[in-house]
């Protein structure tokens, strides 16, 4: 429902922008449409709601799919000589900064502790490490269906040999 004109209002959009006359959207809410249309939704009656709702359905149905983001290169950064495991699941946390860190946890931290609880020496966690990462990151490129054309495995593969 579309607020009424005020007195001495001719037409058009008074306030300049969509936003006003959408319930008084805040400035810092018009960079979060979802936060705009849940406060304005709150101040709706339950008809005006189902409404809103409805056409909210209605343009999903008609907006076509975003294409999906592929994912991304990871960044070259050399390893230095003498790096400690920390800086280095810092500088392959910058590498693959497109994989999802919960992910490579339990991995990641087993590793950790075998290098501070055992003793395991930092070169070889190290090599692992970049082992994990790796992995993660040919799998996440293995399921990005904007790389898939019709050689998947081969498109992970040629990946690993860069």
């Known amino acids: 429902m579309i607020p009424p004109l005020g007195p001495g209002q001719k037409g058009g ?5 969509l936003g006003s006359v959408l319930g008084g959207a805040r400035k810092k809410d018009r ?4 936060k705009a249309i849940a406060e304005i939704a709150q101040r709706l009656s339950a008809e005006d709601q189902a409404s809103l709702l409805k056409f909210a359905r209605f343009l999903e149905q008609q ?4 294409e999906p983001e592929p994912v991304p290169e990871p ?3 050399p390893r230095p000589e003498n790096e400690s495991v920390i800086k280095a699941m810092r500088r392959l946390s910058a590498t693959y900064h ?7 946890l339990n991995e990641t931290s087993a590793l950790m502790g075998q290098h501070v609880m055992q003793g395991r020496p930092a070169v070889e966690v190290i090599d692992e490490l970049e ?3 790796r992995t993660h990151y040919e799998k996440a ?7 898939q054309t019709g050689g998947g495995d081969d498109d992970a593969a040629g ?3 860069r």
């Open 13 to 17: 959009l008074s306030g300049g922008d």
């Open 31 to 34: 960079d979060d449409p979802a």
């Open 63 to 66: 907006s076509p799919a975003p």
């Open 75 to 77: 960044e070259s950064i």
């Open 98 to 104: 497109m994989l999802d860190r919960s992910k490579l």
């Open 131 to 133: 082992v994990v990462f």
């Open 141 to 147: 490129v293995a399921q990005d269906p904007t790389r």
């Open 159 to 161: 990946g690993a040999a």
